[in-house]
T-cell receptor
Framework: GAVVSQHPSRVICKSGTSVKIECRSL??????MFWYRQFPKQSLMLMAT?????????EQGVEKDKFLINHASLTLSTLTVTSAHPEDSSFYIC????????????FGPGTRLTVL | GQNIDQPTEMTATEGAIVQINCTYQ??????LFWYQQHAGEAPTFLSY??LDGLEEKGRFSSFLSRSKGYSYLLLKELQMKDSASYLC??????????WGAGTKLIIKP
């Protein structure tokens, strides 16, 4: 199989705090991981593409200093939302591509972030 | 610009057949995906088309016409559990996924 996990599944935090979300590929090596954000009733929006051992590539309009991405190993990528504000409340989903697999992305279960 | 269009919402009856259309305009094409997403959950993969024609997988089939920039997802023998959003996504020339907004499918008994 190709299982991707995320932790935590749900987080509520106060405005101004930072939140770290982990994305792990449990049974395969993921050379590339993607971070998406999904607002209610909207499509998935790609935030950044993360390749193991190199800096993430951010999409236009996504602040790299606010959404820190680290892809330290072939099975783990983290997204840190720094100084979170209520408008950052969203569903954050990661996905991973297997090493050598050009096409299919395997999705994590998502993390629902609520900033009070 | 890049654009994926699909209907916002559709309603169908349990046991019937429904077709969800998707049209796209993207910079390059390296395949089209259909995903199913239940509320509050991440998308799950349904199908992948890169060549023209129909791909059948059980109750679900997906069709692609690259010349028309068009695809559809066909769901047969609808079940209540098929109530979900169906997302069309195109892989562009950089192998990035461009997502449609999704079609919310409501199944009625």
């Amino acid at each position: 199989g190709a299982v991707v996990s995320q932790h935590p599944s749900r987080v509520i935090c106060k405005s101004g705090t930072s939140v770290k979300i982990e994305c792990r590929s449990l049974d395969f090596q993921a050379t590339t991981m993607f971070w998406y954000r999904q607002f209610p009733k909207q499509s998935l929006m790609l935030m950044a593409t993360s390749n193991e051992g190199s800096k993430a590539t951010y999409e236009q309009g996504v602040e790299k200093d606010k959404f820190l991405i680290n892809h330290a190993s072939l099975t783990l990528s983290t997204l840190t939302v720094t100084s979170a504000h209520p408008e950052d409340s969203s569903f954050y989903i990661c996905s991973a591509k297997k090493r050598g697999d050009v096409d299919e992305q395997f999705f994590g279960p998502g993390t629902r972030l609520t900033v009070l | 610009g890049q654009n994926i269009d699909q209907p916002t919402e559709m309603t169908a009856t349990e046991g019937a057949i429904v077709q969800i259309n998707c049209t796209y305009q993207t910079s390059g094409f390296n395949g089209l995906f259909w995903y199913q997403q239940h509320a509050g959950e991440a998308p799950t993969f349904l199908s992948y088309n890169v060549l023209d024609g129909l791909e059948e997988k059980g109750r679900f089939s997906s069709f692609l016409s690259r010349s028309k920039g068009y695809s559809y997802l066909l769901l047969k023998e609808l079940q209540m559990k098929d109530s979900a959003s169906y997302l069309c996504a195109v892989q562009d020339s950089n192998y990035q996924l461009i997502w449609g907004a999704g079609t919310k499918l409501i199944i009625k008994p």
